[in-house]
T-cell receptor, first 109, second 113 residues
């Protein structure tokens, strides 16, 4: 079993749709959590950090459930420019970073 | 302004011919990481430097080495590239432990002929 697992993709949604991504992690000692966005053939870029209290940034909402070892990302009112791969990232103690394989999103007009 | 710079952006080498990839940063971060990312896969951590302290991941092949001559620069050396080493190589930095946000460079895409 992989340490970080994400929904298999791709997700194909129309503009304006709401889409949710899920991610689970296996190591309960994991300390910090992030969602990164990666465009085709580009580097990953931080989308948002994820906290137990939940956090929102515009159309994006992230949530962490430590008890279930589960992380989510909700995108409301999808835009064409949201098309990308979304990577779930889990950091353990020290310098160990584990990336999920990513979920590809296609937003269509 | 670019904060993490990687050179070259594209590198073509021959099977078995050593190659060096370069990363530099203007953030003055303590930690520099090298990742390997193959098509449609997650970035895989190869190793990292915390200042001058080198930390190799257990499953990183011996074929991969790294040097950090100063805070700003870090190099990835592939001693004898194989066809399976063709990938995107990403450099990233953090100020401290990886609980911090990682800042990635644009990557070097390596082709092995």
């Amino acid at each position: 079993r992989k340490e970080v697992e994400q929904d298999p993709g791709p997700f194909n949604v129309p503009e304006g749709a709401t889409v949710a991504f899920n991610c689970t992690y296996s190591n309960s000692a994991s300390q910090s959590f992030f969602w990164y966005r990666q465009d085709c053939r580009k580097e990953p870029k931080l989308l948002m950090s994820v906290y137990s209290s939940g956090n929102e940034d515009g159309r994006f909402t992230a949530q962490l459930n430590r008890a279930s070892q589960y992380i989510s990302l909700l995108i409301r009112d999808s835009k064409l420019s949201d098309s990308a791969t979304y990577l779930c990232v889990v950091n353990k103690v020290g310098f160990k970073t584990i990336f999920g394989a990513g979920t590809r999103l296609f937003v269509k007009a | 302004d670019a904060m993490v710079i990687q050179n070259p952006r594209y590198q073509v080498t021959q099977f078995g011919k050593p190659v060096t990839l370069s990363c530099s940063q203007t953030l003055n971060h303590n930690v520099m990481y090298w990742y390997q990312q193959k098509s449609s896969q997650a970035p895989k951590l190869l190793f990292h430097y915390y200042d001058k302290d080198f930390n190799n991941e257990a499953d990183t092949p011996d074929n991969f080495q790294s040097r950090r001559p100063n805070t700003s620069f870090c190099f990835l050396d592939i001693r004898s590239p194989g066809l399976g080493d063709a990938a995107m190589y990403l450099c990233a930095t953090t100020q401290g432990p990886s609980t911090d946000t990682q800042y990635f460079g644009p990557g070097t895409r390596l082709t092995v002929l």
